[in-house]
């Protein structure tokens, strides 16, 4: 069993799409090891998307991302980083295969409903970041 780590972003949260997205989750297969509600700090926003720090959408990404609540979710499965993945789509919703969340809920490529880890390093540092090992359960 592999690990990821997702995001429900302030846009679905705020939109009300937070109850449909997990029931996607769910519906994927995922075991949800563990969840909560938050609303993301500025310097935490900053920490999280550094590896994007260059790019020209970062300041626009780390106000959004600490614009109002979220959902962060740490998710088991079988492969489970390329599960979510697949689940969610495409950056750019444009792009995103149908019936996929970012498809179904995203308003468009920043304000994109769910973040997704894109390997399983960093899906461990990421569920490090959001949930001490106590708020997971076994
Ligand atoms: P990902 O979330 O699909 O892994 P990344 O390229 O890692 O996509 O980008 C991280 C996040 O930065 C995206 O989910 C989206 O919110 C935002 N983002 C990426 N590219 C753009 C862009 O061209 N304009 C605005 N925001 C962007
Ligand atoms: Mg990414």
Known sequence: MARTFAIIKPDAVQNGHAGNIIA???KAGFRILGMKLTQISLPQARKFYE???????????????????????????????ALWRETIGST??????????RKLYAENKGRNAVHGSDSDENAA?????????????G
């Not at 600490?66 to 979710?73: A, M, T």
């Not at 750019?92 to 969340?101: F, S």
């Not at 540092?125 to 359960?137: K, M, P, R, Y």
């Open 51 to 81: 590896v994007h720090a260059e790019r020209g959408f970062y300041g626009e990404l780390v106000e959004f991302m600490s614009s109002g609540p979220s959902v962060v979710l740490a998710l088991e499965a079988d492969n489970a980083v």
């Open 24 to 26: 996607h989750v769910q």
């Open 92 to 101: 750019d919703p444009a792009e995103a295969a149908e019936g996929t969340i």
């Open 125 to 137: 540092i990421e569920i490090a970041f959001f949930f001490s090992g106590t708020e997971l359960v």
